[in-house]
């Protein structure tokens, strides 16, 4: 990730089933404040695109250095006001659920720091705690957490200062502390891999660019980025670990990924990990540039529970009268098992007929019908379309003597479209 002075100025989605008892929605990280071209804070949480964004940098900090924050072209931290400004703008993504942190950057001649005392200062200036001798650097806004994007300087204390910083929060009964990193694909990290060894880290987006051996192949080849993304996910203890990706050719030096080969090959082959979080775009900036973010999301969010419905129907009256219903929904016997080609039948169960018919409950973001020649996503004018959320029509039949087809005079029907 580059740091910018402050004068500077500026799958298709493939069907993905989750085979188990709940799901998990992938979100969208980016990267804000290196580029004053980008627009404010709040107008990239009011896109409705990112659930975690990351103020980008603090980049002074360490032993015998005075702390100050870089946001380019956003705010003078020198100034009367210095970023306090800022403070409205986090606010009001917090107001939408968006968790907003701050990025300490390390680069190459950083110095080493002193792990509790950096914890405190960060702890009284950013997040639940209070300074009684400086001005909090961006107003009376509590972050949500601190990002290490450590790239240089020191490989040492920063798994000390991630315990320090969670047992702030721990102690002061205060709000979850999140600890997240940004590290480069080689595993091991050079600079931050052993902190991250110590399971105090919530999210990992690791920076899959600008690493030709682990990134993917301008060719479209897959199969380092496959490789890596197995390595980390199998061998770093974080809740979930993100892909790490330029939001733009201009973003990075290599390692871009058009949108429809995320969607139809890179996504496909890493969204079945449990770790799995979705996905980290650097930067802000450069996703105003090409909209990478809105052309994926839906791809990227993209969880879904699908089975067969049992539906039961009773009727306790005559021909020709209006119907009692009463409907029942279980599990299908077949379990958890992808449908591959879902279709509706009757069984007899005692006095009544019970209909399967396929249905499709949607969890968090999810999108997607088991009905791929339908519903896959389509490619206009070259930018990915997903499908919007749907289920299907929902056809009722109410018991009468004769079994199906034999609808007419003995079976009453009652459709309902749902729609979201």
Same mark, same amino acid.
């Given at each position: 990730?580059?740091?910018? /002075? ?8 493939? @069907? ?18 290196? &580029?004053?071209? $980008? ?27 005075? +702390? ?8 003078? +931290?020198?100034? &009367? ?30 110095? /080493? ?37 450590? $790239? ?18 721990? %102690? ?36 899959? #660019?600008?690493?030709? +051996?682990?990134? #993917? ?10 490789? %890596? ?16 990706? *330029? ?10 990924? *058009? ?28 996703? @105003? ?8 999301? !839906? ?11 049992? $539906? @039961? ?13 009463? !409907?029942?929904?279980?599990?299908? +016997? ?6 591959? /080609? ?15 018919? *396929? ?5 968090? #973001? ?30 009722? #039949? ?5 079994? *199906? ?16």
């Amino acid at each position: 990730m580059a740091l910018k /002075s402050p004068i500077s100025v500026t799958f298709l989605c493939l @069907v993905l089933l989750a085979l188990a008892n709940g799901s998990y929605a992938g979100k969208i990280t980016t990267y804000w404040g290196q &580029n004053g071209d $980008e627009g404010t804070l709040a107008e990239a949480c009011a896109t409705g695109n990112y659930d975690y964004v990351i103020i980008a940098f603090l980049p002074t900090f360490g032993k015998g250095q005075t +702390p100050m924050i870089n946001l380019a072209g956003h705010c003078d +931290p020198h100034s &009367n006001d210095g970023c306090t400004g800022l403070s409205s703008d986090i606010k009001s993504c917090q107001a939408k659920g968006i968790k907003v942190l701050l990025s300490l950057r390390g680069d190459v001649g950083s110095p /080493s720091i002193d792990p509790s005392q950096a914890a405190t200062y960060l702890w009284n200036n950013f997040l639940g705690g209070h300074s009684s001798t400086t001005r909090r650097p961006l107003g009376s806004a509590v972050l949500d957490g601190i990002d290490f994007d450590i $790239e240089g300087g020191s490989n040492k204390h920063w798994g000390d200062l991630a315990r320090i910083l969670k047992g702030y929060g721990m %102690a002061k009964q205060s709000k979850k502390v999140y600890i997240t990193a940004a590290p480069q694909c080689p595993f091991p990290d050079a600079w931050i891999g052993n902190a991250l060894t110590t399971g105090l880290f919530d999210f990992v987006w690791v920076q899959f #660019y600008n690493n030709p +051996p682990c990134q #993917y192949n301008s060719s479209g080849a897959i199969s380092n980025l496959e490789d %890596a993304w197995k390595q980390w996910i199998t061998s770093i203890p974080a809740n979930k670990i993100f892909l790490g990706l *330029p939001a733009s050719p201009l973003a990075a030096g290599s390692g871009f990924i *058009p949108s429809a080969d995320l969607i139809s090959n890179v996504l496909p082959a890493i969204k079945g990990s449990s770790k799995y979080g979705g996905v980290m775009l650097w930067s802000r900036y450069y996703d @105003v540039l090409s909209g990478y973010s809105s052309s994926i999301k !839906n791809c990227v969010h993209m969880w879904k529970t699908i089975y067969l419905a049992r $539906e @039961v129907e009773f009727n306790s009256l005559g021909p020709g009268q209006p119907s009692i219903m009463s !409907n029942k929904k279980e599990r299908s +016997p077949m379990g958890w098992a992808p449908l591959q /080609s879902p279709k509706e039948h009757y069984k007899r169960e005692k006095d009544s007929w019970v209909l399967w018919r *396929p249905l499709v409950y949607l969890t968090g #973001y999810a999108t997607w019908s088991d009905l791929r020649a339908t519903f896959l996503p389509t490619l206009k004018n070259n930018e990915v379309h997903c499908p919007k959320p749907w289920t299907f029509l929902a056809t009722r #039949y109410v018991h009468r003597p004769a079994p *199906p087809p034999a609808f007419v005079g003995q079976w009453q029907t009652e459709a309902t479209i749902v729609s979201l």
